[in-house]
């Protein structure tokens, strides 16, 4: 894990922190110094990472902890605003929540799952950036969203995830445009192949889990799938004054996914 980035007294609120690639994202900034809020819809979860995160901190900071459904308005606001009211500011927001609910559209649920897929992935994204706005903009802060490569490629029955995740990309892109004078910046990280636990809540178990991400990372031009710690490397230079002129760019964390699929 980095440790070449200061966050001290700095406060950074990720969604879907609670395991994968928003746990790690957290534990990072944790390392780095920061305040982190870590949230997610079970609380046993948002409390091992907490712990996690506090355990790292060199200054052993406690993390806050927010259990809440981001699909739920009342959720998103209240995640903010206890976060505003327990540290006093906002400096970093990582959207990174999503749910990857497959569905045909011949599916006699696909309309449902469509639209649960969109109430996590991106209006929970827009609602929380349009919370946020005045606190970043105190603070100059910056917001880091966590899209896919399955913005940018179809895949075949995940129609409602891929829309989301490429609307998650233009969002970006009108946020950091309109944004920019109010001295925030918003960029967008596309991950591919990263190795979590994705698969389990399919029914897989952990070895048919960690087989199946071993063979699609197999197949990626660097040979390995990749690790969440590696997207969370990508979020805190978007995050640090490393970046201070990036804004409205896209990067892809995928292992060369992306290229290999324009052969």
Partial sequence: MSLKYDFSGKVVLITGSS????????????????????????????????KQCTNVS??????????GDISQKPD????VETTVQHFGRLDVLVNNAAIGTPGALSDREFYQKFESVMKINLNS??????????YLSETQGNIVNISSGAGIKAVTGMSAYCMSKSAMGMFTYCCAAELGPKHIRVNVISPGTIKTSAFTTLGMTVEQNDAMFDNMGSHLPVGRPGQPEEVADTVLYLASDHARFVTGAQINVDGGGLALSYD
Wanted: aromatic residues 4%.
């Fill in 76 to 79: 998103c606001k209240r995640l």
């Fill in 58 to 67: 060199p200054k052993q900071l406690p993390a806050l902890e927010v259990v």
């Fill in 125 to 134: 994204m827009v609602y929380l950036t349009h919370l946020s706005v005045d």
């Fill in 19 to 50: 395991s994968g690639i928003g746990a790690a994202i957290a534990v990072q900034f944790a390392q780095s110094g920061a305040n982190v809020v870590v949230t997610g819809r079970r609380a046993s979860l948002v409390a091992e990472v907490a």
